[in-house]
């Protein structure tokens, strides 16, 4: 007897607006998802160290961005580019420049991605998959990526080079961040996020 050929699964591709519907189902109450290019991801639970990581990173972005008015720091809001509705993340920290900011501020999901993006990585989390976040971010419309790796206390750097190309580099502890034309003047040590005695801290 021949063996019928299987037929060939129909992957759904996925828009902000089915996100929406899922985040207001009482049956996905403290589940996280996040779009690229129409695939549906869930996110981790963030844990301790996540959310103090995330508080911390904002509290020095804040501290520097507030007395001069330069723009918007947030924590975990949605964004997406404004001329895709495939494609939704959920940066752990981010800053906006003034000029970009909404006005008035969206009640649903941003339509814009920020200038400087930051995902912190979980256990669960692969590089891959932050990279690929990376990336999304740069080409649609932000000027900096961090990928904070609490493990190895130190973050990954992405950004788009002047040849137009997309580049990162790896910063440990004993280095610092800098805001980039984003955030012009602005400095982070990374050894103020990454306590020495916390050499050892998950993610």
């Not at 941003?110 to 590089?127: G, Q, R, T």
Request: with cysteine; charged share 25%; net charge negative.
């Amino acid at each position: 007897m021949a063996v019928s050929e299987l037929s060939r699964v129909k992957t759904k591709t996925y828009t902000i607006d089915d996100v929406w519907a899922m985040e207001c189902d009482p049956v996905n109450e403290g589940r996280y998802f996040y779009l690229i290019d129409g695939e549906l991801r869930e996110e981790p639970m963030p844990n301790w160290t996540h959310t103090e990581l995330a508080a911390l990173i904002a509290h020095l972005l804040l501290r520097y961005v507030m007395p001069r008015k330069l723009g918007s720091v947030n924590v975990e809001f949605s964004a997406h580019p404004p001329d895709s509705r495939h494609t939704l993340l959920v940066p752990d920290v981010a800053f906006t420049r003034a000029e970009r900011v909404p006005v008035p501020r969206p009640k649903g999901y941003a339509p814009l991605f920020p200038d400087i993006a930051v995902e912190i990585k979980s256990p669960s989390n692969s590089m891959a998959q932050l990279r690929r976040k990376a990336r999304t971010y740069l080409q649609h419309g932000a000027t900096l990526v961090w990928l904070v790796l609490p493990e190895q206390s130190a973050v990954e750097e992405w950004q788009v080079g002047d040849d137009g190309k997309l580049r990162h580099r790896l910063v440990e502890r004993a280095g610092a961040l800098d805001g980039g034309t984003a955030l012009p003047g602005f400095e982070l040590a990374l050894s103020e996020i990454f306590p020495q005695t916390d050499k050892h801290r998950g993610g």
